[in-house]
């Protein structure tokens, strides 16, 4: 699946005319042109009477973000130097702490913290709250304006207040940055012909990587696949669109977007060379899962190829167009929604498990330090082990269909 956009974090990179042609059928001009002149009236008088001199830029600047901030939270302004850190958001290397943030309810929320990076060592989890960043409080800030400032060069030293349900206060966290590489695919065997295959981000790479994964363990013997999603806070959707079309029929439809502007009207289909369409599997997902992973474990839980295992998903699914403008910076706006095949907006509602397993809820168990010999921690793990059992039984079932045992072979095509 090959196609000419490139979308991160359910981006879709555009450069579109900022005439009429983009603008609302029912746009009232007139009434538009009399506010227009009500703003212009605003910023001559706070030019000439504003107790200190400000730069026209940057009165316009924070007119701009005032006005995106009252959409979404996924909306916002970037300005230059924003927008050409952008791009390294799906690039998979950067300096920062390795969390994936968003606005939930107006408040600085974690979606899920990287494996392997500072704030995953840390111990920050999904639903953290950031209240402030160096001290500065966060109420107010935009999102990009809190990547900004958590981004940084290697080594330098960055301190987030954070609120978790069940502290009886803020705690302060200090972090070192580093450079973040994040590897997007780690893999194992269960044994029984079972093979585990973990993606912690959706990036440029994710779908070859997975590939070579797949092909080692079809080697091996794979007979089944657990496709651990956790705490995978999304990516690039056509690197989504890719990893799941090596699990579907050629032709079948993976996501679509649907938005008041016709070119947001798309649909990504399956185009696979090489696939696994018989391959039972299961899907591990929880609350940090979003974006691109929703729409893997939608579209697989629509066509009813993997059972999905965890809980609720984060629900995260409207697309965000990046439109670049005259002075070097842009516009990160929300113009689409996306839908599973079947027709489900995701979007603030998430993806529901076909079997809840949830964590237990003793913080020591939760919070406890996971294993430094990776196989045992899967075996601690119990979405993992009932991931398993699930598999288990789809055996079972399997083999009681007449010449249902050989369909249960991994069959690279």
Not at 9 to 36: F, M, P, R
Not at 325 to 330: A, I, K, T, V
């Amino acid at each position: 699946m090959k196609k000419a956009f490139v979308i991160s974090a359910l981006l879709v990179v555009l450069t579109l005319s900022l005439g009429g042609s983009v603008a609302s059928k029912g746009t009232d001009s007139g009434a538009t042109y009399e506010q227009l002149r009500l703003f212009t009236e605003v910023l001559s008088i706070v030019q000439n009477q504003y107790v200190d001199e400000v730069p026209s830029k940057d009165l316009i600047y924070s007119a701009i973000k005032g006005t995106l901030r009252g959409l979404d939270p996924h909306s916002s302004f970037l300005d230059p130097e924003s927008y050409r850190e952008m791009q390294v958001e799906t690039t998979g290397s950067f300096g920062g702490l390795g969390i994936e943030i968003t606005l939930r309810d107006d408040v600085l929320t974690i979606v899920a913290p990287i494996e392997g990076t500072p704030a995953h060592r840390a111990g920050l989890q999904t639903g953290d709250r950031i209240i402030k960043i160096d001290g500065l409080t966060t109420k107010d800030l935009q999102l990009s304006d809190a990547v900004k400032r958590m981004r940084g060069k290697p080594g330098s030293k960055v301190t987030i207040t954070v609120v978790r349900e069940g502290w009886t206060e803020p705690k302060d966290v200090e972090l070192t940055r580093e450079q973040i590489r994040v590897q997007s695919v780690r893999a194992h065997d269960l044994g029984g012909g079972i093979a585990y295959v973990k993606l912690r981000q959706f990036q440029e790479q994710s779908p070859g990587d997975l590939a070579g994964a797949l092909e080692k363990a079809a080697k091996a013997g794979m007979k089944a696949l657990v496709l651990d999603l956790r705490n995978n806070p999304g990516g690039l959707l056509t690197a989504a669109v890719e990893v799941t079309e090596e699990f579907v029929d050629d032709g079948k439809l993976v996501v679509y977007t649907e938005g008041r502007v016709r070119n947001q009207n798309m649909r990504f289909s399956a185009h696979a060379k090489k696939s696994y369409p018989n391959l039972p599997m299961v899907v591990l997902v929880n609350q940090g899962s979003a974006s691109a992973s929703e729409i893997v474990a939608g579209a697989l839980q629509d066509w009813g190829r993997a059972i999905v295992v965890g809980t609720q998903t984060f629900g995260k699914g409207s697309v965000q167009t990046i439109i670049p403008l005259s002075d070097g910076s842009g516009l990160r706006l929300t113009t689409a929604k996306y839908y599973t095949p079947k027709g489900r907006s995701i979007h603030g509602k998430g993806i529901a498990p076909d079997i809840v397993v949830e964590l237990p809820k003793d913080p020591a168990v939760r919070d406890r330090q996971p294993a430094l010999d990776p196989l045992e921690e899967l075996r601690k793990d119990i979405q993992v082990q009932r991931a398993i059992d699930v598999i288990k039984t789809m055996r079972i079932l399997e083999q009681q269909r007449p010449g249902g045992a050989q369909q249960t072979q991994a069959r690279p095509q």
